[in-house]
């Protein structure tokens, strides 16, 4: 699993000209679910997001999780997120999940986030979207599942 977590001002996701999803102060997040991917890991995920701490304390330091601002979450799936992109001309998707389980996955993660008690929107899986954020920081970070396993 990739997740790209852009910290926001706001953030809305638009299909078909239709707002499906918004969210106010917090997180728009990315995510793209790998063929390997555990509900254990989501699960993981889900407290990671929840208690990263990088919102502003008021002494403008990083210090602060999205449950201490009480923020909220736009969830976006985005399985290009995985593309290998280093051979030839064309990205590779191998690594990325069947549409059915990716959505499987999708669904565990805004359940747990919504079991911590963070607000959770999205976007609605497979379908072209457009995304509006106002980035605060910019202040951008990504969480891979597989990054700290050992080979």
Known sequence: MKLILQRVNKASVFVQQECVGKCQKGFCILAGMEETDTPAEIEKMA??????????????????????????????????LLAD?????????????NPEKANQLFELLITQLRHLNIPVET?????????????????????????????
Do not use: W
């Not at 919102?55 to 985005?78: P, R, T, Y």
């Not at 992109?85 to 999940?97: D, E, I, Q, V, Y």
């Open 85 to 97: 992109c280093n051979t030839g001309r064309r990205p590779s998707f191998t690594k990325a999940g």
């Open 123 to 151: 976007g609605i899986f497979g379908a072209d979207m457009i995304v509006h954020i106002e980035n605060d920081g910019p202040a951008t970070f990504i969480l891979e599942s597989k990054k700290n396993e050992t080979k």
């Open 47 to 80: 407290h990671k997001i929840a208690y990263l701490r990088v919102f502003a304390d008021e002494n403008g330091k990083m210090n602060k999780s999205l449950l201490d601002i009480n923020g909220s979450i736009l969830l976006v799936s985005q399985f290009t």
